[in-house]
């Protein structure tokens, strides 16, 4: 956790694979502020796909290339707003569960303005919801790095995260 004294146990590896690219502005300052944050380490994997097809072409192409950034052996986890709505602690434990069962790398898949192809959705190992919203997907990269930086806080019992369980 950056200079927040984070245990070394944590050691997951983090991939953001998302449709579309960063742009410079608020969200991006919010994601790197967490990003410095983070123990875990964190490769960011952005990929796009031609405007000028479908939207279902469109689809396809960019579940195809969102496959080939994910790690052989990663668990994967597509965020969707039908996907299951954890709390912070439910999340923190989802990680140190897939940690201490020995898995080492987590892909989080971002989908672009149309979303995560239904397949890629479905292969997933879980599909992860900030709630029923739809929120901006520069946003969502932050909210998402909060979320794991709070995990790796609870984890480590520092006193970043508060509030009643």
Do not use: N
């Not at 245990?7 to 998302?18: D, G, Q, Y």
């Not at 469109?58 to 597509?78: D, F, K, S, Y």
């Amino acid at each position: 956790m950056g200079g927040a004294g984070a245990s070394s146990r944590f050691a997951l590896k983090f991939v953001l694979a998302t449709v579309g690219r960063s742009r410079p502005g608020p969200e991006l300052l919010l994601f790197e502020q967490y990003r410095q944050r983070l123990s875990g380490s964190l490769q960011i994997c952005e990929v796009e796909a031609r405007r000028t097809l479908s939207a279902a072409d469109r689809l396809l192409r960019e579940a195809e290339r969102l496959r080939a950034v994910i790690p052989a052996g990663a668990i994967v986890v597509a965020l969707d707003e039908s996907g299951v709505a954890f709390d912070s602690l439910a999340f923190a434990h989802q990680l140190r569960d897939w940690r201490d069962g020995g898995r080492r790398q987590i892909a989080f898949l971002i989908g672009g303005a149309d979303g995560l192809d239904s397949a890629l959705k479905d292969s997933a190992d879980l599909r992860l919801a900030f709630g029923a919203m739809t929120w901006p997907h520069l946003l969502v990269r932050a909210l998402l790095l909060e979320q794991i930086y709070r995990a790796e806080c609870i984890l480590a019992g520092h006193p970043y995260h508060r509030g009643s369980h």
